[in-house]
């Protein structure tokens, strides 16, 4: 029996993909930067449909994320198992360096982090060996010194598990396959048929990323070269090639000895990336002792079939993911109807402890001063944009929008590239502004005011916001409801406040970093206000 799996299987901003087999459960971990909870562990029996348990990084005192810009934070996770034991190996360029978190059950909880001392660099990865030993392997600058940025080395050394140290010899063993390599980094090490083999990454996570591996038969080396070398690359196939950036792999075996890769790629849009890169899967086979990914076709396909009987998340219990959704889909949150937020909602770097709360109401989202334009910590909750068409909405109250206050929505791909709708009260009416913020400059792109007549008894009452976004052009409306006081009769209005917005620069190759955009609600006052909050009712997030 099979199954077939459509890429990407992750789609939008799930980048630097790692991936872990147990048996015949798989488990995929990817980078999350300045957002908080940190690393979204996913589950599948079938590597076609998932859906996520947790996040390796749920605790604040885990991820400290203060004055993190957006690219900065949790760089690329790797998730290994050993006897019995979880393990997630990661680097926080923020705060701390590389360390490990342990778990007993990958639905969490995951303990407080290891930091190894010694461990320079970034991209770690552990590799547990036939004797029970554990190395880890990660990428440094050159220790001859860097002849040009980018000239890095690949670098193994043993890790005691017993005490989270390093231990013995720094063996720098590898420094990229092509002649004057570019970023040799995201290193992974495999066992097979008496080899190890490296691979890992190069070129920069840009248009001339590549995979590429070499073996020996001896953990610290000398490794050899692999000929055909990059093994998967889409950077021969042009700048309009819709599919690019491919690499930053990881493979697993399956119980029936299939083996199958995953990594990150982007989907632009006229040469624009707004959803951020994104995890895609392929199959490998093995000729001479090299893996050979998609033999026959040698770039990614829509579709991947696995030899692998179906698996329904839906009707699998052995993780509580009742709050969550699948990954990809169209979703409405009721929020009156919630008990807690779903895994695969974010927030920026270090909320506090009062940043939301839940009631029969709604969710009550605090007024603080601080902007999404601030490397700090607004009053934003939000979800990935997973698709290049969507509507996302928010439905909120406007009884807490007094002087100075203010509520909406964002799409945000930093806080310098961003575009937000902001409602505020005035008299018993509303205005609403459009404002898209480039650079770092906020400007007016669109302006309502609806006016209610406040002596007749007739005020505003609830406001929905809607983004509607088509490939690189998006467009705002605004739906509210005009309630007369006296007998509560409701009537609805609506507005397009503004469209044909281009949201170009909200893409990678303008704003730069790592990250895609997500969107969702945001609240903000003039002067901090955190014992009042907005009250969101809903948010939508619809595929077009």
Not at 284 to 300: Q, S
Not at 371 to 395: G, I, M
Not at 407 to 429: D, F, K, M, P, W
Request: hydrophobic share 35%; glycine share 10%; proline share 5%.
């Amino acid at each position: 029996m099979t199954v077939i799996a459509k890429n990407p299987i992750m789609p939008g901003f799930y980048p630097d993909p790692s991936i872990c087999a147990v048996g015949g459960d798989y488990y995929l971990i990817n980078s999350t930067f300045a957002y908080f909870p940190g690393l979204p562990i996913m589950h599948s029996r079938d590597l076609v449909h998932w859906e996520q348990i947790g996040n390796a990084m749920h605790r604040q005192e885990q991820l400290p994320l203060k004055n993190a810009g957006h690219s900065a934070g949790l760089f690329a996770p790797t998730m290994r198992y050993h006897e019995g034991t979880y393990y997630v190996i990661c680097t926080n360029v923020t705060f701390g360096g590389n360390y490990i978190v342990t778990a007993k059950n990958p639905a969490g909880p995951w303990s407080d982090p290891y930091y190894l001392q010694g461990a320079d660099g970034i991209d770690p990865s552990l590799f547990f060996d036939d004797d029970g030993k554990c190395y880890y392997i990660g990428t440094h600058p050159n220790p001859e010194g860097c002849r040009y940025n980018g000239d890095y080395f690949i670098w193994i050394q043993e890790l005691d598990l017993d005490n989270m140290k390093l231990v013995g010899e720094v063996h720098n063993v590898w420094n990229g396959a092509m002649r004057g390599v570019h970023w040799p980094e995201g290193p992974h090490l495999y066992k097979k048929d008496g080899y190890y083999y490296i691979m890992h990454a190069e070129g920069g996570t840009g248009p001339e990323h590549a995979v590429t591996v070499c073996r020996s038969k001896e953990i610290y080396g000398p490794y050899e070269n692999n000929f055909c070398n990059p093994i998967f690359t889409h950077r021969h196939l042009g700048q309009d090639y819709p599919i690019k950036y491919v690499g930053h792999a990881d493979m697993i075996e399956t119980p029936n000895g299939e083996w199958y890769m995953v990594m990150l790629a982007v989907r632009p849009l006229e040469c624009y990336t707004t959803m951020g890169r994104e995890t895609f899967l392929a199959k490998v086979t093995w000729e001479n002792g090299w893996p050979v990914v998609n033999p026959g076709v040698g770039i990614l396909t829509d579709e991947v079939e696995i030899d692998l009987p179906e698996w329904d998340p839906m009707a699998d219990k052995t993780f509580d993911t009742s709050a969550n959704c699948v990954p990809g889909s169209s979703r409405t949150y009721e929020f009156a109807k919630m008990q807690k937020l779903g895994d695969e909602f974010l927030v920026l770097r270090n909320p506090g402890e009062n940043l939301y709360s839940m009631d029969n109401e709604g969710l009550k989202l605090s007024f603080r001063s601080i902007t999404l334009k601030e490397q700090d910590s607004p009053s934003y909750v939000c979800v990935r944009q997973q698709h290049h068409n969507f509507e996302a909405a928010v439905e909120f109250a406007t009884d807490n929008l007094t002087e100075g206050k203010r509520a909406g929505i964002a799409l945000v791909q930093s806080n310098e590239y961003h575009l937000r709708t902001e409602v505020s009260r005035v008299g018993a009416g509303i205005a609403a502004e459009v404002i898209l913020c480039q650079k770092g400059q906020d400007e007016v792109i669109g302006r309502s005011e609806i006016r209610a007549d406040e002596a007749a008894g007739v005020s505003i009452g609830d406001v929905k916001l809607v983004i509607r976004v088509q490939g690189l052009s998006a467009a705002v409306e605004m739906e509210y409801d005009q309630k007369e006081n006296a007998d509560g009769k409701l009537t609805k209005g609506s507005s397009l406040l503004k469209d044909g917005i281009d949201v170009r620069n909200l893409s990678t190759e303008v704003a730069g970093g790592f990250v895609g955009c997500t969107v969702g609600m945001y609240a903000v006052a003039d002067t901090d206000s955190r014992d009042q909050a907005a009250c969101f009712k809903t948010l939508t997030y619809q595929a077009l």
